[in-house]
């Protein structure tokens, strides 16, 4: 008898998985793979989210007042600009902010003015997001700015372009005049939507629901102001 119980407890052992082969260990293993790998999309989710809402729900056009430019067209960069006392620059310089753009002569006619007007009352109705957004005129001309309007100027960043250089960079609708539009470039300085010609009120609370979608898309990796060496 005992040594048939030799035998048994022999071919039981033989039968048994080894201690580090135990299926339970197994599952072990494989859970704290899963839970890591959860921890890694936890962390990576918002910045997939944005980056997917940015570059693939956006090109949804059914939700969005303004024409997106597709593909995006990335700012020159010798495309030179001079402020109104004569400092020189470069358009890429104004990356790592969302831009408002306008454009125009310098004598600015009633389209250029309702424009201005716009485009501080579009940024202004973003909130705490506005440090986010620069509000841009461009001047194609060396027409002098009138004094009258200079003091609406204050938080606007106004400076003069070679108009040539700039029609290689953005670009009308089909029988529209570049100064027609307002334009939206991103932080990475590519230029991806224009807005409508003839804009309006209305038109502009459009607008600025298209801007607060473009905003909270990219919530993740922008954020307000430039760095000091881009500056």
């Known amino acids: 008898m005992s040594g048939s119980n030799s035998s048994d407890a022999s071919a039981l052992a033989a039968l048994a998985p080894s201690e580090s082969g135990k299926p339970g ?3 072990v293993r494989r859970r704290a793979r899963w839970t890591l790998l959860l921890l890694l999309l936890a962390c990576l ?4 989210a944005s980056y997917f809402a940015y570059y693939v729900v956006r090109p949804e056009g059914r939700r969005n007042f303004g024409s997106l430019i597709d593909p995006q067209r990335p700012v020159p960069e ?5 402020t109104l006392d004569g400092r020189t620059g470069r358009m890429a310089d104004l990356r790592q902010q969302w831009l408002l753009v306008s454009v125009g002569s310098g004598a600015c006619d009633a389209v250029c003015e309702n424009h201005l007007y716009l485009q501080r009352q579009m940024r202004e109705g973003l909130g705490r997001d506005k440090d986010r957004i620069d509000w841009v005129w461009l001047v194609t001309d060396n027409a002098p700015v009138p004094q009258a309007l200079q003091p609406a100027l204050g938080q606007a960043t106004v400076l003069r372009v070679d108009a040539q250089a700039l029609a290689r960079w953005l670009e009308p609708a089909p029988g529209q005049g570049m100064n027609e539009h307002l334009y939206v470039v991103d932080p990475m300085g590519n230029w991806m939507m224009r807005f409508p010609a003839a ?7 459009k607008a600025k ?3 607060e979608r473009l905003l909270r898309a990219s ?6 102001g430039r760095t000091e060496t881009s500056r």
């Not at 010798?78 to 001079?82: E, K």
């Not at 804009?199 to 609370?205: S, V, Y």
């Not at 919530?219 to 307000?224: E, G, Q």
């Open 78 to 82: 010798a495309l030179a600009t001079t």
């Open 209 to 211: 629901r298209d801007l």
């Open 199 to 205: 804009l309006d009120a209305a038109g502009a609370a």
């Open 25 to 27: 260990a197994a599952r």
């Open 45 to 48: 989710a918002p910045v997939l």
């Open 219 to 224: 919530a993740s990796w922008d954020t307000a």
